[in-house]
């Protein structure tokens, strides 16, 4: 057995994504582990997360290939919003894969949920061409794959996957 972070890596390196860039949290601890283990995407640690999204969107003006951007939850996703709204406005695709907290914790009436969550999905769908959250049970690589789809499809731009930490751990 595996976990969907082990899933989520193996797609990353069987899509050719050979970088990443990004912070570690405890929301994407499970996915940032299974990608550095693997071995095959490199991950570049920045300081901020803005950073990680503007670093993301330099590298494919300048290799021409797209690359992954790996945030936490909280603050981590909300950093990250004007760099993913640099490569929405310049139309460069680039793959955001958040951490979250637990699903059970999204169905919460109120501002937040568990430690730092809250809805990144409902924030990024207005800058991003496809926006979702990954759930326990969902075909995962024909998931990511949809995103792939939409973010290289006409004129391009930026996905976002959240993905709560229970997800990431799931086996399957």
Not at 56 to 71: C, I, K, N, Q, S
Not at 103 to 129: C, I, L, M, N, P
């Amino acid at each position: 057995m595996q976990s969907v972070a082990d899933v989520v890596a193996k797609w990353l390196a069987d899509k050719e994504i050979k970088h990443a860039f990004g912070i570690i949290g405890g929301g994407n601890f499970a996915l940032w582990t299974a990608i550095a283990e693997l071995g095959q995407t490199e991950i570049i640690a920045v300081h901020h997360e803005q950073a990680a999204a503007m670093a993301a969107t330099f590298y494919y003006r300048t290799v021409g290939r797209m690359a992954a951007v790996l945030v936490t939850t909280g603050a981590g996703s909300t950093n990250v919003i004007t760099g993913v709204m640099d490569a929405w406005m310049d139309s460069i695709p680039l793959l955001v894969l958040s951490g979250n907290e637990a699903e059970k914790y999204h169905q919460s009436k109120g501002r937040g949920f568990g430690f730092q969550g809250y809805d990144s999905v409902h924030v990024a769908k207005g800058f991003t061409k496809l926006a979702s959250r990954m759930c326990v049970g969902d075909r995962y690589t024909g998931y990511l794959d949809w995103h792939l789809a939409a973010a290289l499809r006409h004129r391009q731009g930026p996905v976002w996957i959240d993905i709560p930490r229970d997800v990431q751990n799931a086996q399957v």
